[in-house]
Nanobody, 128 residues
Framework: QVQLAESGGGLVPPGGSLRLSCAASGFTLDDYAIAWFRQAPGKEREGISC????????YYAPSVKGRFSVTRDNAKGTVYLQMNSLKSEDTAVYHC?????????????????????WGQGTLVTVST
């Protein structure tokens, strides 16, 4: 059974850092790109990053570029999202998803319909 499980969320003050993990099971992580999305209350799901399986190239939404970094360890079956310089507007539930659409075109990879097998999400709250 294909499963993705996010972890690492929590409460962090503005300017702080968190590292999220996305643990994959039931499939070979090497064969897929992984994307990170987030959804804040009352807002649409937003694609924030993806990382390819072939060359580990990654892409970022303008809202997080320079602050967030995505990496993967295929041997451990895990993808990580390092989040630095967190802001209150980063507060959301963060999800990872599996797919093949991690391309340079932001409109393509940031659209949720291009990804499947979503995790249940982990809540990140940035607040004092």
């Amino acid at each position: 059974q294909v499963q993705l499980a996010e972890s690492g969320g929590g409460l962090v003050p503005p300017g702080g850092s968190l590292r999220l993990s996305c643990a994959a099971s039931g499939f070979t992580l090497d064969d897929y790109a992984i994307a990170w999305f987030r959804q804040a209350p009352g807002k649409e799901r937003e694609g924030i990053s993806c990382i390819r399986s072939s060359d580990f190239r990654s892409y970022y939404a303008p809202s997080v570029k320079g602050r967030f970094s995505v990496t993967r360890d295929n041997a451990k079956g895990t993808v990580y999202l390092q989040m630095n310089s967190l802001k209150s507007e980063d507060t959301a539930v963060y999800h990872c998803a599996r797919g093949l659409a991690c391309v340079s075109d932001w409109y393509t990879w940031s659209h949720p319909s291009n990804w499947n097998s979503w995790g249940q999400g982990t809540l990140v709250t940035v607040s004092t």
